[in-house]
């Protein structure tokens, strides 16, 4: 990846610039053309760490929009309404960038370039923009002419941000990249600095949420709507509105009696039948499957990981910890493959299984609690999940085993942890962390840094397990939700449109992410709306429902109409071939 900073990037963007200017005058004839000819292999950047194909970036010719004819940009070329696309005295790199703009109606604009002479394979896309925020739609783009649009949904920011799109493949030579508005009068976006470079990575960004609660939300009586106030089957909504993937959280055998003692799960509802039966669903709307086992009756975390109520009995006889281990320890293999063959016998073998919630204080608890590197329990947790980990694979060897922890950006947490699977030899695929601006404090900016040093320590892919943030401050009752705030974020993101904002910014972070190391984004309960008589729980004292504390966070708002998030989703998005695209173009 090219990564400029301070002094390095002016040198550099002389350098490029000089090359732009050679390839321009021996063009000028053809200047205004939308095409250009790209010469394959003319900028070598640093080699990949990963792999032996060394990474090239093409030439984009006016790639810094300095050059132009009037207010009219050479090379590049507008469609739509072009008087809204003009050069602008504000660069990152320069005196100039593009601009969209309009201050007196509403327009709509793509200004792209056509590079040819490309080698065949996969390329990031990269751009540094600004953006005033409140288009229906305003995202960087790259099209080929076998695939529909791979895009970046803008961020909104006075400053400038690089924009990332990864997994662009060329198969024909040729690819056009681009930059979309779909504005009101007074919106407006810069572009400048605008790279193609050849990494050879294929590159997909899972995005989607936790639907286990489905089933209940059903019963109780809540419905769904799409944008436009049509009732329609959850699942449709999701596909239609960009998601593909879903997570399914399993609980042993939730009832009364096996909960906390002041809380239980209810019976019937995220159980082996009820999670086989939402898992057909996902796969018939052409979804994917994260799997999570919870390895308990109820909600567990760091504090609270209670082993089912049928395996307490069956050790309850045992008369040592070593054999009482031994027991748990084939009572989680034997369980975590009898799900998977199970799963996979109906067609829905998951795709990414975690083995456990939010576990970074370990499983089965008090003999896989590890309270810090030097609890004796460590080994008692690494056999836990070597299990849970060869069941799996035992199933189906290509599933990727997820360790889900909470507290993304904590550098201290995630550094033990792993470093104890390491020391144990545990063997996972991906690295799972819960990430919340209000739980962390911290911004998509430090989320990124603290990625980007993770998947470089351990070398793994991750997935962020969790994300959520306040679309209102308060319940439908005027109450404080489980988020009451969205931490370093402002109490005016706490809307609508602020909700949507925050996914914009966190999916191009997810993206920029060195390497593209990671691979997903999974929502806390999108779907938890408003329903008579659900909660988060249920009083063991009385056998009513607790609060629903989330539903100020979800998709839908407190009547089940999708809300302007699914944007975020819609407007993230990589190529698909011609013959299954989706309506993914304007």
Known sequence: MIKFVGGTRKIVTMFLLVIVLCVNSANISQAESPQATVPSGSLVNSLNPNEDFVPVAVTIANYDFEIAQGSKLKVWHASGDKSSSQQAASGYSGQYSLQHANSKKNYQVRTEQILTGLDNGYYTLTGWTKNSGGQRAAYLYAKGADKSESRTALPVSSQWIKVTVRGIQVNDGKMTVGIYSDAKAGNWLNLDFVEFVHDNRPYKLLKGGDVSELTQIEAKGGKFYDRKGKQKDLFQILKEEGHDIVRLRLYNDPGKGKGDRKYYRSAGFMDKPDILKLAKRAKAAGLQIQLSFHYSDYWTNGLLQIIPNEWQKQIQHLTTEQQKVDKLNQLLYDYTTEIMQAMKAQGTTPGYVSLGNEMQGGLLYPFGKVEDVTSENWDHLARFLQSGSQAVKAVSPSTKVIIHLDDAGNYDKYYDFFDQLNLYQVDYDIIGPSYYPFWTKKTVSQLVDFLNDIGQKYEKDIMI?????????????????????????????????????????????????????????????????????????????????????????????????????????RYNTEGLPSTTKQENEQ
């Not at 706490?494 to 966190?506: A, H, V």
């Not at 988060?536 to 056998?543: P, Q, S, V, Y």
């Open 465 to 569: 397990m969790e994300t959520g943030f306040n679309w209102n401050p308060t319940l439908p009752d005027d109450s404080a939700g489980q988020l009451a705030d969205n931490g370093p974020y402002p109490a005016s993101m706490s809307s609508r449109e602020g909700q949507r904002d925050f996914m914009y910014e966190l999916f191009n972070g997810l993206k920029s992410v060195n390497n593209g190391r990671v691979i997903g984004d999974l929502y806390w309960d999108p779907i938890m709306i408003p329903a008579p008589g659900l909660g988060w729980a249920i009083r063991e004292a009385d056998d009513l429902p607790d609060k629903n504390v989330v539903s100020n966070t979800t998709l839908f708002d407190f009547d089940g109409r999708a809300l302007p998030v699914f944007d975020a989703y």
